[in-house]
């Protein structure tokens, strides 16, 4: 079955880098179609799409967000990696990592990592 | 703010019908047939109730269902019970964005 797990720090300042890791099974990302993405829900607060890659090492990321993301994937360790630069309290969030087939689901998502920013 | 529309809050009493609109544009929901919807219960992940507008994964009950109709897409739950009290939001694929979630509604059952 697919399970999605995401892991990195708990608390970070303002002004770092974040860098949060997507450890998955049960499915492989060089598998034509397949996808992951992150998402994050600051609390209380919406849902928000940020990043997501495919198969085909194509990134897509949300425009306001863009020119502080990036995301890379480790096919060997079943891993993708997502980094934040410059994060602000406002970026305090869970985190999500989700699984995506086609042009718009998420089918499997992972746990969820609380990150709080603050100094 | 989200880019796709959705009423704060609905309200129903158990074996009642409710329906969560969510309301985007000609480059999201009126233009692709890639609408989901997702059910996240308090502090857990959420979960997919819906894909491609009205398709229901393997365990999901019929009484979710989902439809669009120009801009607005809609997801309709039958027969309340409950454990369907929990938040929802809708996405869609968009041509300018990718991706676009709701702003989500809180579902309580009276």
């Known amino acids: 079955q697919i399970t999605l797990k995401e892991s990195g720090p708990t608390l970070v300042k303002p002004t770092q880098t974040l860098t949060l890791t997507c450890t998955f099974s049960?499915?492989?990302?060089?598998?034509?179609?397949?996808?992951v993405g992150w998402i994050r829900q600051p609390p209380g607060k919406a849902l928000e799409w940020l990043a997501l890659?495919?198969?085909?090492?194509?990134?897509r990321y949300s425009p306001s967000l863009k020119s502080r993301l990036t995301i890379t994937k480790d096919t060997s360790k079943n891993q993708v990696v997502l980094t934040m630069t410059n994060m602000d309290p406002v970026d305090t969030a869970t985190y999500y990592c989700?699984?995506?087939?086609?042009?718009?689901?998420?089918?499997?998502w992972g746990q969820g990592t609380l990150v709080t920013v603050s100094s | 703010q989200s880019a796709l529309t959705q009423p704060a809050s609905v309200s129903g009493s158990p074996g009642q019908s409710i329906t969560i609109s969510c309301t985007g544009t000609?480059?999201?929901?009126?233009?692709?047939?890639?609408v989901s919807w997702y059910q996240q219960h308090p502090g857990k992940a959420p979960k997919l109730l819906i894909y491609?507008?009205?398709n229901r994964p393997s365990g999901v009950p019929d009484r979710f269902s989902g439809s669009t109709s120009g801009n607005t897409a809609s997801l309709t739950i039958s027969g309340l019970q409950a454990e369907d009290e929990a938040d929802y939001y809708c996405?869609?694929?968009?041509?300018?964005?990718?991706?676009?979630f709701g702003g989500g509604t809180k579902l309580t059952v009276l």
């Open positions: 049960g499915f492989s990302l060089n598998t034509r179609g397949v996808g």
């Open positions: 491609e507008v009205s």
């Open positions: 989700a699984h995506r087939v086609g042009l718009g689901t998420f089918d499997y």
């Open positions: 996405s869609s694929y968009s041509s300018s964005t990718t991706l676009v």
């Open positions: 000609s480059s999201d929901i009126g233009g692709y047939n890639f």
């Open positions: 890659i495919y198969w085909d090492d194509d990134k």
